[in-house]
């Protein structure tokens, strides 16, 4: 069975700088389009970064300049390296990505979610 690992929150000051990782445990057999949620107290969960293998990434207009998405396609991880944070980026951050698993001689893809990990920005 497939999950998705999530380790790097904490709590940090204005200005500071986290890193968030991601991997795939289990069964997988590719890892696609791997991305970065948050959701923050009162609000609806959004899209912070995504990439797509042999494309640039994309962010939201909120990050963009702070924060940087990479993945290792083949060892099924994606990290999430954010600098110069602010309080309004606190929130749950979740990664989330669709997840094949072989299945006898067919691929089966799903989409799967992180269990979440908290970022708290605050002096």
């Known amino acids: 069975q497939v999950q998705l690992v999530e380790s790097g929150g904490g709590l940090v000051q204005p200005g500071g700088s986290l890193r968030l990782s991601c991997s795939a445990s289990?069964?997988?057999?590719?890892?696609?389009?791997p991305a970065w949620y948050r959701q923050a107290p009162g609000k609806q969960r959004e899209l912070v970064a995504s990439?797509?293998?042999?494309?640039?990434?994309n962010y939201a207009d909120s990050v963009k300049g702070r924060f940087t998405i990479s993945s290792d396609f083949n060892r099924f991880t994606v990290n999430l390296q954010m600098n110069n944070l602010r309080p309004e980026d606190t929130a749950v951050y979740y990664c989330n990505a669709d997840i094949g698993t072989l299945q006898g001689d067919q691929i089966h893809v799903l989409n799967f979610w992180g269990q979440g990990t908290q970022v708290t920005v605050a002096s």
């Open positions: 289990g069964n997988a057999f590719n890892f696609n389009t």
């Open positions: 990439i797509v293998r042999g494309n640039k990434p």
